[in-house]
């Protein structure tokens, strides 16, 4: 009697694994799992934490489509009470100094300029929901990873 290849699927087989692929991507092809750098422009209006591990949080608006805000975590390298006129350190392209009204007045952070991490969306405690790794501290270039929390 008749199998599989004298039945209406002969011939199928070869075109239908390329079509299932083409059709169903793998979910690291998702647009979710790469960042838009111009989320993080730092031009655009911004709300700076520092957070309980002591890093600083910088949120950025969100652009156009985008509604999450935009998270990137800078090692702090050095704080200052007040609002500070004049730092050395500000002229280094390596550092970015922040200033930050909280709860006992004005504080200035020496920062460094990359983030150890990005993110998108803010969970209670101000960390991003979901994060990108930048072990190299390197800015968005296409290295930065995706925390294995998912």
Avoid at 19 to 34: H, K, N
Avoid at 112 to 125: C, I, K, N, P
Wanted: with cysteine; net charge negative; charged share 15%.
């Amino acid at each position: 009697m008749g199998g599989f290849r004298d039945g209406p699927f002969i011939g199928t087989v070869p075109w239908v694994i390329p079509l299932l692929l083409w059709v169903v991507p793998f979910p690291a092809w998702s647009c979710d799992s790469q960042l838009n750098p111009q989320a993080f422009q730092s031009n655009v209006s911004n709300q700076n934490d520092l957070l309980p591990n002591g890093m600083l949080a910088i949120r950025y608006a969100g652009t156009g489509m985008e509604v999450s805000p935009h998270v990137s975590v800078h090692r702090v390298m050095m704080t200052l009470p007040g609002r500070q006129l004049a730092i050395p350190e500000a002229k280094n392209p390596e550092y970015l100094v922040v200033e930050v009204d909280g709860t006992i007045g004005w504080m200035t952070y020496l920062v460094a300029a990359h983030a150890l991490f990005y993110g998108v969306g803010q969970d209670s405690l101000g960390f991003p929901e979901r994060m990108w790794v930048d072990s190299e501290e390197d800015g968005l270039n296409g290295n930065e990873h995706l925390n294995g929390k998912e």
